[in-house]
């Protein structure tokens, strides 16, 4: 069994459990009835250098752009940092650009719907956000049908999710699309977190 390399992207300003919650699901994984875990989950940012998350928590990232491994799963999270400051930071977004072509799934948490977005991958697909963010993300990309009062939004390929703790859930049901819903339920039981799949 190949093992599937998750790349989370951090940034200055980035909400803590927007990829914190993914990196715990992911990182929990074992193949059922064995010690096999099929994913690596790696960190990267910009530069590959300390980032600070919100609140001040500081975090050293695995990689660089530069120097990251192939990646199959990419989580995008959201924040302050998402919506304000990498939203205009070109460098990220042609990132993003390039790698959805390399990776089998592209996801975002919360606000990181709008960096997708930014680089026009959510053209003409359904996306959601965290729900203070809604009508903005409606508003600045109206090819994305946006919607409201969901935890996650699976176009695919591409799969985006509300609020914080809502990429749990999301990083669950990837879970459960690719190695089936008892994986996930083992992981849940573990964490002691409550998932309807």
């Not at 992911?26 to 096999?36: E, G, Q, R």
């Not at 192939?70 to 990220?92: Q, R, T």
């Not at 042609?94 to 959510?122: D, H, N, P, R, Y």
Request: aromatic share 8%; net charge negative.
């Amino acid at each position: 069994m190949s093992q599937r390399t998750v790349g989370i992207l951090i940034f200055n300003e980035v909400e803590v459990l927007d990829f914190a919650g993914p990196f715990e699901v992911f990182s929990l994984a074992t193949l059922p009835d064995s010690d096999i875990k099929p994913f690596i989950v790696e960190t990267i940012s910009e530069d590959g250098e300390m980032i600070s998350a919100r609140n001040g928590l500081k975090v050293t990232p695995d990689y660089s752009f530069n120097n990251h491994p192939k990646l199959d799963i990419i989580i995008i999270p959201g924040g302050y940092g998402a919506e304000e400051i990498e939203i205009n930071n070109p460098k990220v977004i042609q990132w993003i650009e390039k790698q959805q072509s390399k990776t089998e799934f592209m996801t975002s948490v919360c606000t990181g719907a709008f960096l997708l977005a930014k680089s026009g991958l959510l053209n003409g697909k359904r996306a959601t956000t965290h729900w203070m963010d809604i009508d903005r993300l409606e508003n600045d990309f109206p090819l994305v049908s946006v919607l409201r009062d969901v935890k996650f939004i699976d176009e695919g390929s591409i799969i985006t999710s509300g609020g914080i703790s809502a990429g749990i859930n999301m990083s669950f049901h990837l879970i459960s699309r690719i190695y089936g819903k008892s994986v996930s339920k083992e992981i849940a039981k573990r964490m002691e977190y409550d998932i309807k799949l």
